[in-house]
Each structure stands twice: as C-alpha cells, then as structure tokens.
C-alpha cells in the first residue's frame, strides 16, 4: 500500500452520487481554513477535497494514485497540447491534468461533462485553480460535445484523450472519436477501471487486430441495418492501439489491478 491510510477515502456506498454530496464539497471548499490561499493552486484544492472524500464523503474521483500515474509519469512523458476528458464530473482530474499539462507546455484541456450541476461545480473549481485560461468545461453528452468540438476544431487529433465517464459507452465513444479523426495516429487513450470494475469490450477492441476488426465491422453494420435506431459508430478498423496496462489504487485504497489502460494509436 503506497496511498498515506489517513487520505483514503470513505467507502463507496449504494447510492454514492448526486445525493447533496457534491454541493457538500463546494461548501466545504469555501469554508475551508485554506480557502484564501485556494486562490491560484491547484494542488491545495485537491488536497480539500480529498479531505473531503476521506472525512465526509466518497467522491467518484480517480484519485491521487492513479491521478499521480497520470499526471506525474504520463503527461510529463506525452507533454500533450491538446487533452480532452470525457466524464469531468467535479473536477478533480480536471485539475490535476490540466495544471499538469500547463505545467508541461499544453495549451489546452477540454472536460466534457453530462451534468450541468457537476459541471457547475467543476468549472468553480477550475476558476479558483486560476486553470480557466487552458482548460474549458462543455457541458452535454459527449458524443454530441465530440461532434461540435470537430466542427469548431476541423483538423488535427487530440494527444491525449481520458476516458472515465460511463463503462457501457466507453467503446463506442472511443470509436466515434476515431471516426471523427479525433483520435488518431499519434493520439494516447487512457480510460480508467478497464479491469476493476471492468470494461471487457473496452479492452478486446483496443486490442484486436486490424484484419479481425475490418471482419467485426462488416459483420456489425449489416447486424445494425436490423436493429434499433442507437447512436452507434463503428470506429476505424485501421488503427490499432499499442496497449499497456497499469496498476494502481482506487481513492478508498482497494487495490484494482490494471486500473489504467494506455493506448498509443498508430496506423496499420
Ligand atoms: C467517474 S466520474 C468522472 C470522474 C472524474 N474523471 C474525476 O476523476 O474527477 C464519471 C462522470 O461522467 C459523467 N458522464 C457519464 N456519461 C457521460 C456522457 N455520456 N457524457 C459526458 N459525461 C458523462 C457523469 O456525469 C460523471 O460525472
């Protein structure tokens, strides 16, 4: 165990989200005795709020573990200019990458969040961090954030893109961004709990061969014709990811075992 056992966070709960929870936290923040130096540092808002996570409440954060692999190895190793998250919720990866990357030389750092409550929240908290000159919070479903950031963003892939929002639309988000060119060679891909929790489909396509994907998507689109009218994308079979995987903490201190996936797009 390398987490300190006095930051762990509380338990994960039935019902551990959008409960009052998170206007708790922005409470807690501006009550709290740091909050006039809060002004400007990141760092001693996330230390609030993993205070928070540990004395009043869990918080679905990813945490300063695996945030640390990120923010502290990755990005330092990646030096992004372009980062983009799908699934900011409060904040707290926002601000820990997007002041990582300020920190390597990035320009910019795009939170898509569905909530307008949590992105709310979220964009208070990158306005005290002093981030909001490089990073922006879009709020709505990402598909439909995607699509308008490929309209106002009309070449160019994205260098880094986190993926921790909802596990049953991880694959078909990442393939909509790889039909969008948004994702493409050159670009990282880190998505959080593949293993533990778990995201079996997430890790078979960023692993599948070019020559079987072009077979699974023939076999998909004509599957598609018959079925309901979802908004599905099909990726392209051309890209294929170098894949490793990294194991880490979740905030509570349970051990997951390959938490992190990170994925290097090159062209077949
Ligand atoms: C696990 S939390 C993200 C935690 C955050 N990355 C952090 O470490 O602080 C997942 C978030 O994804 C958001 N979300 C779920 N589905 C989404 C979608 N389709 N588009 C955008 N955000 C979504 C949820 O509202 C929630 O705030």
Redesign the pocket.
Known sequence: MTQDEKRLYKPEEAIF?NDGREERLLEFIRSHPDYDQMHGDPKLILAAIDEYGHKCAF?????SEK?KIVAEKLIPELKPDFMV??????????L?FGSALKTTGGRRYL?????PK?AAISRALVQLAGLDDIVEVRV????E?LRKLRQTYPTGVVDVL?I???KL?YVN?LKLCEELNLVGPGTTVIA??VISPGVPDYCEYVRTPTSHKIEKVQNEKLSFLNEDSRDRSFGNPYLVYETRLIDSFQPTGEKVGFALVSSKAILY
């Open positions: 989200h918080l679905m954060n990813v945490g945030g998250e799908l699934g900011g919720y409060l904040g707290y990866s926002t820990l939170s898509l969040e569905a909530s949590f709505g479903p990402c598909r954030s986190f921790d929002h909802a639309e988000d959080d709990n």
